[in-house]
């Protein structure tokens, strides 16, 4: 009884220094909201990195062990995080926060466009594209993703179609690392596309005849329990599904067969031998739509960003604290790495909102200021 007496003791004096420590919170906050005001009126920068390495510095000499010296410096650096979240809240309501530089529209303009997509006829790339644009809109297929990017950017076409994201098997990687080295796109769209892949060869063929199966090596992946059950069967990549289909069909030879989209078998003539051989039923891939404009619709409901950090520790966990303070869902990251930067990377990060939203304006107004380069790749939503 006399341990449980003594230790509720304790617990009473942390309360009373808890109450003061937030008494003490508050009148640094009132500060704090003075400092800001002082900044709206001369222009001055939220961030001094000058004035906080001194307080840094300063704090960590009151005390004398090297725990208390690191907690006490991170503590600071933690509240200091939370005075310039609250400045930037108090200069974005009087205008002086962040800026996208994105035009809001009321809808994204398709009529009469130009669209470009990777691969053949039959590609899930060109599904794609005529699940977002239509029929009827001219659709052109080009060899390669950065080709596809280089005729939006040349003026030869007003949107590419590309893949980003496959549900089963992750990132496209290639497309994150291309976005970077063409920042005069943005992403104005997504699409979903169920993607189901069909097994197919030429007129006669058989399943129990096959020696040689042609997909692109992510489709081959998502089939690998298929090919699993038939080791018999040597998987062959190539550049695209559709690019499969075709092969197939040119050398008509019936122990071949692609895994393709039933389009693909539609538009060079071939059989159907299995459907849905994909093991994850639910498949499917998230695409992109690039185009030139930076717009973005009142509905638009995802952000795409790509940022860089000093390489030092706890600089992306307190870029990504940004988020978590101002409500800001981030439903995806990833990392590239920095080819001019060895071992160093990039990070690419979607988050949920609008950049008319004031919580969205406050997040990145604080993220900008915590790294080292911020770029918005788009907002905007879904077909």
Known sequence: MEEKNALLKIRDQLDVLDYQITELYKQRMDLCEKVAEYKIETGKAVFDPVREAQKLDTVQSYLDTDFDRKAIRELYQQMMTISRR???????????SFHADFEKLDAI?????????????GAYAHLAARQCFGTETALRHVKTWKDAMDEVVEEQADYA???IENSSHGAVSDIFDLLVRYPSLAIVEEVDLHVAHALMSVAGASVDGLKRIYSHPQALGQCAAFLEAHPEIEAVPVLNTAVAAAYVRDHQDPCSAALASELSAELYGLTILQQGVNQEKSN??????????RVYTADAEKISICFETAHKPGTLYNALGN???NDVNMLMIQSRPIQEKPFEYRFFVDLEGNLSMPNVIN?????????????????????
């Open 284 to 293: 499917t891939t998230r695409f992109i739509v690039l185009g030139r404009e």
């Open 86 to 96: 609250r400045q930037f809240g108090i200069l974005s309501a009087h205008g002086k």
């Open 109 to 121: 303009p398709k009529s009469g466009k130009r669209v470009v997509y990777q691969g053949v006829e």
């Open 363 to 383: 997040a990145l107004a604080g993220l900008e200021d915590q790294i080292t380069s911020l770029r918005i790749l788009g907002n905007y939503g879904k077909e």
């Open 161 to 163: 179609v590309l893949p």
């Open 323 to 325: 988020f978590i303070f």
